[in-house]
């Protein structure tokens, strides 16, 4: 820009239009307002900002321009602003500012470039609108699946206490376990800030808080353990994943430790790179027994884990029983 100023016979300041700052000056898109260095007084402005601001060009030389850039420093990095016209609409404005010197370093004026972004406003104010209501609406889904779930859960234990036989009253008081855990996570998802994605650590934090609360007895000594901080996971994928550790977690809880042995469950989750997770629940109990057929129903909750990770997540199960019992499942995933 240093054809733009120059010195005018009483030490004022002349404009030279006829350089690449005058062809944007002129033919630009964008406002243009040359003010003095306080930032009120307007020297020259172009058409675009005429238009921009509602004023005529006399009229402009009394607006206050500080109030879009306020006076000191050197505006480098864009800013945006709401202004007010002259016929009383607000419109909303990008502002770089930059303070122009002369040849001895002093400042002698501030140039204020202004890009009119109100549409792009209105559409993030509409895209944010539309994004409420669709957090409102899935927030009134998990509600209601969340009561569902409680009522289902709530028929259950009814129909249980009419039943005469052990076996039965078992199924269906473990039903009635699986139902309620899947509350729980519906009961989370609708308090959750973010019902696209969930922080994992805190996640799973609740979902095994909620499967100890309801598989242990006051009197057995079981810790549990979440590690996966730093790990997003998208609702869906978080659904799968609840309902995998639901699964392996209630069955360890239940059965790992028997005669109220000490014990502690884990849960894991972390990238192993290459676009893949890997979702770890291990137990340091008794293991498995040799005899268990868990992909043939023998054991139906491990099937249905099995199930889960496998068409759901498209991933593997693999298994170790050698020190209590370690369920690894490695899914394909392309981030949160």
Known sequence: MRGLLGAG??????????????????????????TACDGWRVLKANQACLDMLGYGREELLKFPMA??????????????????R??????????????????????????????????????????????KGKDDLLRATHRRMRGDMLAIAGLLKLKGRDLADAAAVRAFANIERRVL?????????????????????????SLMEHLAQSHLVESQRVDWMVDARGVTL????????ASVVSELAANAFMHAFPDFRPGLVETSLRSDGDGYMSLVVKDNGIG?????????????????????????????????????????????????
């Open 9 to 34: 016979k009483a030490g004022g300041v002349c404009f030279d239009d006829g350089d690449l700052f005058g062809s944007i000056y002129d033919d630009g898109g964008l406002g243009v307002a040359v």
């Open 67 to 84: 109030n879009i850039v306020p006076s000191g420093g050197d505006f480098s990095v864009p800013t945006e602003r709401r202004v007010r």
């Open 86 to 131: 002259k016929d009383g609409t607000e419109r909303w404005l990008k502002v770089f500012a930059a303070t122009l010197r002369g040849g001895d370093g002093k400042p002698v004026a501030r140039v204020n470039l202004l890009e009119d972004v109100t549409a792009k406003k209105q559409a993030e104010v509409a895209r944010g609108q539309e994004l």
């Open 288 to 336: 498995l027994p040799e005899d268990v057929a868990w992909r043939d129903g023998g054991a139906a909750g491990l099937q249905l884990a099995t199930l889960i990770a496998e068409q759901q997540l498209n991933g593997k199960m693999e298994i170790d029983s050698s020190n209590g019992s370690e369920f690894k499942i490695t899914f394909p995933f392309g981030g949160a």
């Open 234 to 241: 998208p609702v869906d994928y978080a659904m799968l994943c």
């Open 181 to 205: 855990g899947l509350a729980a996570v519906h009961e989370k998802l609708h308090r959750s800030e973010d019902l696209v994605a969930v922080d994992a650590h805190d996640f799973f934090s």
